[in-house]
C-alpha cells in the first residue's frame, strides 16, 4: 500500500471576558492510499481510509464564577468511521472545580453526558478490543505538591 494524506488542523483560545475563555477547535484528515500493483490484498485500503475521522471539532468553555470556582463545559464532534462501522458521534463533559487552597482542589464531573454509551472504535480483525465509552460521574480531589 502507498498514498498521501492531507489534512488542516485549526484552533484559538479566545478570551472572551476577564473570566471567560472559549477554545473552539477543527481537523480535517483526508486519505488518499492504493494498494501496490502486485499486492494481493483487497482490504487494507479501505480499512485504513475508513478507521480515521475525516472531521473533527470540538469547543471548550472555561469560566471563572469566583470564590474559588471553576466551570468547564466540552463539546466534540466525531466523524463515522466508515470501515469500522461507527457512527459520527457528538459528546459533552462538564467539570465544576472548587479551589480549596493554592494546591488543593475538588472536583464535580460528568463526561460523556448526551448517551449512556458510545462506539468509539470497532476493529474488525479483533487485533483491539473494540472501544465503548460509558457515561461517567465523578468526584476529583486533586492534591499538588
Do not use: C
Not at 482490504?43 to 468553555?61: E, F, I, K
Amino acid at each position: 500500500m502507498h498514498g498521501t494524506t492531507d489534512g488542516v488542523e485549526v484552533s484559538i483560545k479566545w478570551k472572551v471576558a476577564d473570566r471567560w475563555t472559549l477554545s473552539p477547535g477543527y481537523s480535517f484528515l483526508q486519505m488518499h492510499l492504493h494498494t501496490d500493483p502486485n499486492s494481493l490484498d483487497t482490504t487494507s485500503v479501505v480499512d485504513a481510509q475508513g478507521s480515521s475521522p475525516g472531521n473533527q471539532a470540538q469547543l471548550r468553555s472555561h469560566l471563572e464564577v469566583g470564590h474559588g470556582f471553576a466551570w468547564d463545559l466540552n463539546g466534540y464532534f466525531v466523524g463515522r468511521l466508515s470501515a469500522q462501522a461507527v457512527a459520527s458521534y457528538t459528546r459533552l463533559d462538564t467539570q465544576l472545580t472548587w479551589r480549596l487552597a493554592e494546591s488543593v482542589g475538588l472536583s464535580f464531573v460528568g463526561q460523556d453526558l448526551l448517551r449512556d454509551h458510545q462506539l468509539e472504535f470497532n476493529d474488525a480483525f479483533q487485533s483491539v478490543n473494540s472501544s465503548q465509552v460509558k457515561r461517567s460521574v465523578y468526584a476529583k480531589l486533586t492534591w499538588r505538591f
